[in-house]
């Protein structure tokens, strides 16, 4: 039962959770920094293409809105599923639970969640949304466009946070109840984020898969357009503008009550155990030093460690010590799916424009297939170990003194040459086999993979131990999201990405990779010098001289030649840089002291 009062309180607790998320924010600089571009980016470009071709957009009379619909459809539809994400991953738990649920009802918790997610989301859109509302207005000439689309976009809003919401806590609600969900919810979820990501991308590329996005266009959620194109030069349907209002409501009313449900049923029910009899029998034993009639690594591989990662398994060959470590990590980053999530937004970011590029070229597994002898071994090597001093938490003293330095870095990489050299090596096999390459290059790219993932994973220690992490930043209630460092992340690309993808245009492009390398190393210098000093420059314009002759050389070097020489310097070089810190790792290691 809901307190009197409990939309003013569920307005208060929503704009001070805002209020938190934007000081969190604005505290991490280089989140902030991003963040503004991430928002920054997209409105400038839509600004410099209404200010290039106002005159053909003034020029619009009648364009049929129904090819607008089903974009707008797809995007609602892709915001709810990134909103349940967010809730099951980061959300689903409250600051201070015991304290707000006795003081308010569940009620005005969940609208207060609810307000203050709509207003992050708001925050995002809300700079995009006013360079539409200028298009409408000046080139349009709609004054209704000042009130129909900020309208739009905060209906929008509202009604795919809501119902992301329900989706969210249902499936934590799962979560919380299922014993097989809880064990394998990682596993789940990130099957169930690549059948949607898939989706998304058969509909916003109909290259792929034939299905477009007016296919989308009969769905209620897509008559947002015609709400905010009314009054404007385009054929927007007054019925459907009319017809979303009510939808709006009816979704905004029963969303929020099903989240009101769901919330209590989640709040006020005790999570099921993952752990099964036979594994808490087996600690028990162990602890207290009982020992059976089996021998001790046969009693190893079966305890609650080695069980709670089946039905993944490290090998018996692998030394104890390492083993465990090895164990540890493969379950700490099943249990926690947000480090996947923040490895994949780069390259959901990267990867949609090269998709978008190799469709248009008519050749996508030629694209594809070199991405992913790069792309799949730095996320190897991201995955397990690229903070693995702060992911110790509050264990990470008791590590320090139970496993030498060696044996700790080995562990740290067992997972990913386990688990990430033969996924690198059948992804790449398959989608090169689906190119036009010929059986060498395929074969010299699932060599490439294999390489890139043994150099990914060796260097990830010691770059994950030089630019640890050990507080979690602030995306929500839950304190447990501890992704690795921004700059972590950069550099781990830079030594794995860049000279991947060199090696990958040695591979099927070498006269590509030939004019990258006399650009980089000869002509941008050369051009950026002569613009510099002019021809006035001294000694300068002799430097520029020289580089052009560098560019120059380099561009007539053979490609058997550049394939032998330059590919051979970038696999020595890869193979030093590794060993060099692999050995700085296990030097970190054995001379850190917690703060």
Known sequence: MAEPGWARHALSIG????????????????????????VAIPSLMVTAFAVVFADAIRGVESLPVSQIRGTVALFWLFAVFLVGQRVVSARTRIEAEPLVLTTVSAR????GLL??????????????????????????????????????????????????????????????????????????????SLLVMGGYFLFFFPEIGGVSQTSLAWLP??????????GTGLMASSLRAVGVLVVS??????????????????????????????????????????????DYPTRIRNDALAAAVKPLAVPGFVP????????????RTRRDPNRLTFLLIPVFAVGSPLVSTGLQSGAPFALLAPVSAVVLPWLAGSLFALNPLGDEGAVLPVTLTAVSGTQYVRGLMVPGLLFGTPVVAVVTGVVGGLSLYPPAEVAGLV??????????????????MALPRFSAISVGQSRNVLPPRLLAVAVHAALTVLPGALLAALVV?????????????????????ELLVGSNGGALVGVAEAFRGVGESVQGIGLDQLRVVGGGAVLLGGVLVSVLLYRNAVSRFERYSPP
């Not at 060599?447 to 994950?464: E, M």
């Open 15 to 38: 704009v001070f959770e805002f209020r938190r998320s934007v000081r969190a924010i604005w505290r991490d600089k280089a989140r902030f920094g991003l963040t503004a571009l991430g």
């Open 108 to 111: 005005t918790t969940a609208g």
């Open 115 to 192: 307000l203050a997610e709509i207003l992050r989301v708001l925050a995002y859109v809300g700079l995009p949304v006013l360079v539409l509302t200028g298009v409408g207005v000046f080139l349009f000439g709609s004054l209704a466009s000042l009130v129909l689309i900020p309208a739009a976009a905060v209906l929008f809003t509202a009604t795919a946070v809501v119902a992301g919401s329900g989706l969210g806590y249902a499936v934590a609600w799962v979560v919380a109840t299922s014993r097989f969900v809880a064990r394998h919810k990682t596993v789940l979820g990130s099957l169930a």
């Open 221 to 230: 959620v897509g008559w947002f357009a015609d709400l905010g194109t009314l």
């Open 249 to 294: 409501g009816v979704l905004l009313l029963a969303g929020g009550a099903l989240v009101e449900r769901e919330t209590v049923a989640l709040w006020f029910t005790d999570p099921v155990s993952v752990e099964s009899g036979g594994a808490v029998r087996d600690r028990v034993g162990q602890v207290g030093g009982q020992s059976e009639s089996e």
């Open 320 to 331: 104890a010590p390492a083993r465990r470590v090895a164990e540890w990590v493969i379950l």
């Open 447 to 464: 060599g490439l993979g294999a390489y890139l993932t043994c150099v990914a994973v060796a260097i990830t220690p010691a770059i994950g």
């Open 509 to 529: 492009a070498p006269g590509g990779a030939r004019a990258v390398l006399a650009g980089l190393f000869g002509f941008v210098p050369a051009i950026l010098l």
